[in-house]
């Protein structure tokens, strides 16, 4: 066990005192602190699914906490009167009284909480070694802290009792937290502002926080930073080889199919080829068919979809897919097969859940992609790069790589997003997203398409893209 110094000791009775003093005063909201409050609470309930193991370490009443609907909540704070006014609010939650630098849990959560907690604490770095000790690998780490451009701002609220009063503050910015938690063996996923108006006012408020607050230059003028977070990853053990299942929607994909069978390598503990057909004026279904029997060392299978698009395709080859990790090949070869071992080696890693192709990066072949088509991928790489908080530089590479556990999630919360996307592409994007998964692009280098023609059309899915952008924003970002 570590030993407190003198100056650490009277800095953390300072501050129980300071807070057992807030909370014996019995004192309501202020219009600050409800309006600010109000905020965090919408922002938590997007991040955190409903039903899940919560933990908040610095819980104060527990408000917040009981917010996000958790199947078990747990909430830590020094301050034994806000937890016994915690507990009459929320009986339902697990109160423990303790020190953020003194944590003995042994429970694992889905999600840990430190809403203002790291600009009051002693050393930020002790209490985030604690939670790398209980967080697993499907762990998220949230964080809201304010930001010292409001430092002025905030006493001047407190001197007119608009907010309730603090101490001297830790102000932490974005960087230092990606730092500290380098340092504690976890990765920033990303991170955002929130709250430029945190003043009760319904209409201005709603738009300020909302819309406004999102937008550059006005997110650096906020008064908190969120940070999202996981443990880092590393390496599955060599006794554990994971089974792949290659999905391939094929349409009008006669003269790839041979290829196709010959090319993609085995991966893991074995990989089995699940073609999806549908749609095709050639005689894709029958090539198929006898690819496989003619095949037989190959552990393939042959589904015919009753729906339409490549989404429906995907969608169909994932619900019969048997492997642990779910693989998507266009069959239009214009991602070599050979490839796929990369995209295996990234997830097993850890280094990333969501595995994202990138043809973008290096130069392509003189006929893989049109000019306008090329400038058009470039430009929604940016507007989804801005969407979704995550570096995505591609959108439409067919090549995308999950676990099954992953896709499993993604499907069982589909209905936030509803059944929208006919590539397939942006219903598994977003749906990472949603679920805090990490995004990791793999660039690949694209081909150009040796048999049949593009099944994409340059302005009508272009303008089903613009469609996603606009439908994104509603969902993820402007919450």
Not at 117 to 145: G, K, M, Y
Not at 150 to 158: F, M, N
Not at 265 to 277: D, N, Q, R, S
Not at 384 to 411: H, N
């Amino acid at each position: 066990m570590v030993k407190i110094t003198e100056p650490e000791s009277r800095y953390r009775e300072k501050r129980r005192a300071h807070w057992d003093r807030i909370a014996a005063t019995n004192a309501k909201a202020t219009s600050w602190g409800g309006c600010y409050h109000d905020r965090l609470l919408v922002v938590y309930r997007a991040l955190i699914p409903r039903g899940k193991r919560v933990l908040e370490i610095g819980c104060s009443t527990g408000d917040l906490l009981a917010g996000v609907r958790p199947s078990v909540g747990v909430g830590v704070d020094f301050s034994l009167p806000m937890l016994q006014e915690g507990a009459r609010r929320h009986p339902e939650l697990l109160l423990i009284h303790a020190d953020a630098h003194q944590l003995y849990l042994r429970d694992s959560f889905d999600y840990i909480i430190l809403s203002d907690l790291v600009n009051d604490l002693w050393d930020v770095q002790t209490v985030l070694t604690q939670i790398a000790s209980i967080a697993t690998s499907q762990t998220r780490i949230i964080i809201n802290t304010y930001s010292r451009l409001w430092e002025l701002p905030l006493k001047l609220a407190q001197r007119l009792g608009v907010k309730t009063a603090n101490l001297e503050q830790n102000w932490l910015t974005v960087q230092d937290l990606d730092g500290l938690l380098r340092l504690t063996n976890f990765e920033t996923i990303r991170h955002w502002s929130e709250v430029l108006w945190p003043v009760k006012t319904r209409a201005v408020a709603g738009f300020f926080n909302r819309y406004l607050v999102k937008l550059w230059p006005l997110y650096y003028f906020a008064l908190t930073n969120v940070i999202l977070a996981r443990p880092q990853q590393f390496r599955l053990g060599a006794n554990r080889r994971p089974k792949v299942s290659v999905v391939i929607p094929a349409r009008n994909e006669a003269g790839n199919i041979d290829r196709i069978i010959a090319r993609t390598p085995e991966m893991g503990a074995g990989t089995e080829l699940l073609f999806v057909e549908g749609g095709s004026h050639d005689d894709t279904y029958k090539v198929i068919k006898n690819a496989i029997e003619a095949n037989p060392h190959r552990r393939c299978r042959l589904l015919r979809q009753n729906g339409r698009g490549k989404g429906d395709a995907v969608r169909l080859g994932f619900a019969q897919a048997t492997g642990d990790i779910f693989m998507i090949l266009d069959a239009d070869m214009t991602v070599p097969p050979e490839t796929l071992p990369r995209f295996y080696d990234a997830l097993i890693s850890g280094k990333g859940e969501f595995v994202n192709g990138v043809r973008l990066v290096y130069p392509m072949e003189e006929q893989a992609m049109r000019y306008l088509n090329l400038i058009g991928n470039k430009f929604f790489s940016l507007a989804f790069s801005w969407l979704l908080g995550q570096p995505i530089k591609d959108t439409l590479c067919g090549t995308k790589v999950l676990w099954k556990k992953d896709y499993e999630q993604i499907a069982a919360n589909r209905s936030y997003f509803g059944d929208f996307d006919p590539f397939g592409d942006f219903d598994l994007l977003f749906g990472a997203v949603k679920l805090n998964y990490k995004i990791l692009e793999m660039p690949i280098r694209y081909a150009e398409r040796t048999y049949g023609a593009t099944n994409i059309d340059r302005w009508r899915h272009g303008w089903l893209l613009v469609k996603m952008v606009v439908f994104a924003m509603r969902r993820i970002k402007f919450i």
